[in-house]
């Protein structure tokens, strides 16, 4: 959960890099980043988006809950069991 947080975050930062230069409001709001070269703002802008996503799409692999085992009956007797 923390880790998809993290990667929505990351990836509305890096969002908002690569949007700095086209939206004159953000220039606006933040000016202390127009003393940086465009080029740094968009690598690093894509470089957030990609761990955001990286981390977001990681994080919805944990949390699968392995399934039960199920007996295997031959016959009458109980031979093993699987997971169902």
């Known amino acids: ?10 990836a509305l930062v890096g969002l908002l890099a690569l949007a700095y230069d ?16 465009k080029n740094y703002l968009t690598i690093g802008g894509v470089i957030l988006v990609v761990l955001g996503l990286f981390f977001v799409l990681s994080g919805g692999r944990r949390g699968h809950r392995t399934g039960r ?16």
């Open 69 to 84: 085992e199920v007996p295997i009956y031959h016959g009458r007797n109980l031979v093993g069991y699987r997971k169902g």
């Open 22 to 37: 086209r939206v004159p409001q953000l220039q606006q709001f933040l000016p202390f980043l127009a003393e940086q070269p």
């Open 1 to 10: 959960m923390v880790n998809k947080l993290l990667g929505y975050i990351l």
